[in-house]
């Protein structure tokens, strides 16, 4: 019996502290609102595809022939020209091949021009001076050989630009299929980016797209210049590759995007101002019979002070663009004259003259 009372007490209590009911909206102040129609309007949609700032020159320079590293006078980040010393290596048997080559071939040249004179006097026949003949272009064909192999030894850079990386150092021992530095060229960059293969209709060889790096303050301008003929069959993409022209704080390496367009968009909007946002929700009010409706929505994309709604009004409607934060649903409104409102589509009105 104890229980059932304090029950009971526990009830009362918990009623005399119960939140009073809103007032109904009929009861509610009118509201003075600006009004806006809503219209679908077009637009350029656009997709963002990722990529990575690559140089149009770039080099992985190696030894031809394998020789310890005598010099090597480049440091990394070091600018150089076309021509430049890159390493020179030791190649003393490379050099003894020449010196060897060269003294033959004094022998054999002599030969040759001791026979040449006996055969003027008949004293040799053709074919013994053939065979001499034969012995010094061998001896001079060496010769060359062995200065070309000698100029192997020296490496020198192809093109002006940049060393992006040292791999190797005075010391080490170089052969052929060993990088010793990496070079490229920063005065000409590109965007090198894979399209999937839904987008790549539109794009074409010298297009030109807006390109963002985060490090570049300005949008930058990316010419289309090489386009992949066929997709990776692991990604379903295609290698696109888009000229950069030069920027400050632009490098080789960093982060990009290219924007690509992915045909046109028609959906209702809004003024940003119209959507109100109250938790998790997305809401607008219209007005219908001079009283707020509220209106559950879901929006798009923001382009400039307007904002694309996907669902809950369609064209037509008029939505409260000033004075919604405060609006509650089915209180009367009074629209305010003001410039934001304009007629509907084709609804015939013309302006006075």
């Known amino acids: 019996m104890k229980t059932f009372y304090a029950l009971a007490l526990a009830a009362l209590v918990a009623g005399c502290h119960k939140e009073a009911p ?3 909206a009929e009861s509610l102040p009118t509201a003075t ?11 350029q949609a656009m997709e963002e595809v990722l990529g990575t700032v690559r140089p149009k020159l770039h080099a992985t320079l190696e030894a031809k022939i394998s020789g310890r590293i005598q ?6 980040g070091q600018s150089v020209k ?23 071939l004094d022998q054999a040249e002599g030969d040759f021009k001791r026979y040449e004179n006996l055969l003027k006097g008949k004293a040799v026949t053709q074919q013994e001076f053939d065979g001499i003949q034969a012995r010094y272009r061998v001896a001079a064909a060496s010769v060359k050989e062995a200065e070309t192999m000698l100029g192997y030894a020296t490496v020198t850079a192809p093109f002006n630009g940049m060393i992006a990386r040292k791999l190797s150092d005075v010391g080490d021992l170089a052969t052929p299929g060993r990088p010793l530095v990496e070079l490229e060229d920063p005065a000409g960059l590109r965007l090198e980016a894979n399209v999937p293969e839904g987008l790549i209709g539109s794009v074409h060889l010298e297009a030109k797209r807006p390109v963002r790096v985060e490090a570049v303050t300005n949008e930058l301008e990316g ?12 990604s379903r993409t295609f290698s696109v590759k888009f000229d950069l022209p030069a920027a400050p704080g632009l490098r080789s390496g960093q982060f990009g995007r290219v924007v690509l367009p992915v045909g046109e968009t028609t959906l209702p ?10 938790g998790q929700m997305e809401i607008v009010f219209v007005a219908i019979d001079n009283k707020a ?10 382009i400039g002070d307007e904002v694309e709604l996907l669902s809950g009004v369609q064209a037509g409607d008029k939505v409260v663009v000033k004075g919604a934060a405060t609006l509650i649903d089915g209180q009367p409104l009074a629209a305010q004259s003001s410039a934001a409102q304009l007629p509907l589509p084709n609804s015939g009105r013309k302006n006075s003259t």
């Open 22 to 24: 809103k007032p109904p």
């Open 71 to 76: 010099t090597m006078p480049v440091v990394f």
């Open 269 to 278: 909007r809004v003024p940003i101002s119209a959507v109100v946002r109250r």
């Open 33 to 43: 609102v600006e009004l806006m129609p809503v219209q679908n309007k077009t637009y």
């Open 223 to 234: 010419v289309v210049r090489e386009i992949a003929p066929s997709a990776d069959p692991n």
């Open 293 to 302: 409706q509220l209106r559950l929505v879901k929006t798009g994309k923001r």
């Open 82 to 104: 076309a021509g430049d010393l890159i390493a020179q290596l030791e190649v003393g048997e490379i050099q003894a091949k020449l010196t060897q080559a060269k003294a033959m």
